[in-house]
């Protein structure tokens, strides 16, 4: 298969992510919300556990693949699927039973800082004078959207920001650690067993805090199911055909498009105010994602 057709086929399954993963959000917000009935570590496990069945599913009875792992696909997809899953998205979850959907994503957006910044670690390379501009800006993004917690002194609010924080990094190295492994399994095996790990070490956590029992209504089902379909399934799948397909810094261009759709459909759904503090760390934060880039793309032409 030649190079163009690959990067159509990558750009394709980007899209795929632009659009599915900025609802997640939404979705995410719905099932874990106060009152929903749903916890959110219990929903992350069974969401995860779904998904990776179903994955396994169309991997098997469809493309007739077999189940073999390697050593080495079995250690880094271990370890990439606690930091996608258990780390990243179960903090997510948390945050969301406290913070709205759009100001959730706005965080995240700041993921393809930080992989800028583990690449340059791992590359042993100093960060460009643009790169640390673009650090500064995002992190003053952050610090924007913020603003009405830091001054009123809301300490739920800072403390979901923090693990927000907390989920982009992890979720930025362990696609980075993904990247640069050389996995043999299709991405459906290895889209399910990153679940399979993260779902695992979730229902432990559940466990361990003990999170209350199930009664979900009738609206978190839907997003759960929501979630297990068009999140589990169909992006995440997307986003590792994505990583395979095309260079890192291409793929993390979804954080430019699922903070804009999660803002919008939190405003018209759930009436999620849109703030001057909202709308100023967007434009921040998108700014500093877009130095990042910038600055790869520069490094990139350079090397060539």
């Known amino acids: 298969m030649n190079e163009n057709k690959l990067n159509t086929y990558g750009l394709i399954h980007l899209c795929i992510v632009y659009v599915l993963w900025g609802s997640t959000y939404?979705?995410?917000?719905?099932?874990?919300?106060?009152?929903?009935?749903f916890p959110p570590m219990i929903m992350s496990a069974t969401r995860v556990f779904a998904g990776s069945l179903i994955l396994l599913g169309i991997a098997r009875f469809i493309k007739q693949e077999s189940f073999h792992l390697t050593r080495n696909d079995t250690i880094v997809l271990a370890i990439s699927g606690l930091a996608l899953w258990w780390i990243?998205?179960?903090?997510?979850?948390l945050a969301e039973t406290k913070v709205?959907?759009?100001?959730?994503?706005?965080?995240?957006?700041?993921t393809p800082i930080w992989v800028a910044i583990i690449e340059s670690r791992l590359d042993r390379k100093r960060p460009s004078f643009q790169l640390i501009i673009s650090l500064f800006?995002?992190?003053?993004?952050?610090?924007?959207?913020?603003?009405?917690?830091?001054?009123?002194?809301?300490?739920?609010?800072l403390?979901?920001?923090f693990m927000l924080i907390v989920a982009g990094l992890s979720w930025g190295a362990g696609s980075v650690y993904q990247k640069r492994s050389d996995i043999q399994s299709s991405p459906e095996i290895s889209s399910a067993v990153q679940q399979v790990f993260g779902g695992i070490a979730l229902f432990v956590t559940s466990l361990l805090i003990?999170?209350?029992?199930l009664s979900p209504s009738v609206s978190a089902w839907w997003a759960w199911g929501y979630l297990i379909i068009f999140g589990s399934v169909i992006a995440f799948t997307s986003f590792v055909k994505a990583l395979t397909l095309l260079p890192p810094n291409v793929v993390f261009t979804y954080a430019y498009i699922n903070p804009v759709i999660a803002v919008i459909l939190g405003f018209i759904i759930l009436n999620e105010p849109i703030t001057r503090w909202t709308?100023?760390?967007?434009i921040?934060?998108?700014?500093?994602?877009?130095?990042v880039f910038k600055d790869q793309q520069k490094t990139m032409s350079l090397s060539h």
């Open 137 to 157: 800006i995002g992190i003053a993004g952050i610090a924007v959207l913020n603003w009405p917690a830091i001054s009123g002194g809301n300490i739920g609010d």
């Open 279 to 282: 709308l100023g760390g967007a």
């Open 159 to 161: 403390r979901s920001a």
């Open 26 to 37: 939404l979705a995410i917000r719905i099932a874990v919300q106060d009152g929903s009935g």
């Open 210 to 213: 003990n999170e209350p029992a």
């Open 100 to 110: 709205d959907s759009g100001y959730t994503a706005l965080i995240i957006a700041c």
């Open 88 to 93: 990243g998205n179960g903090l997510v979850a």
């Open 284 to 291: 921040l934060v998108i700014i500093g994602v877009l130095g």
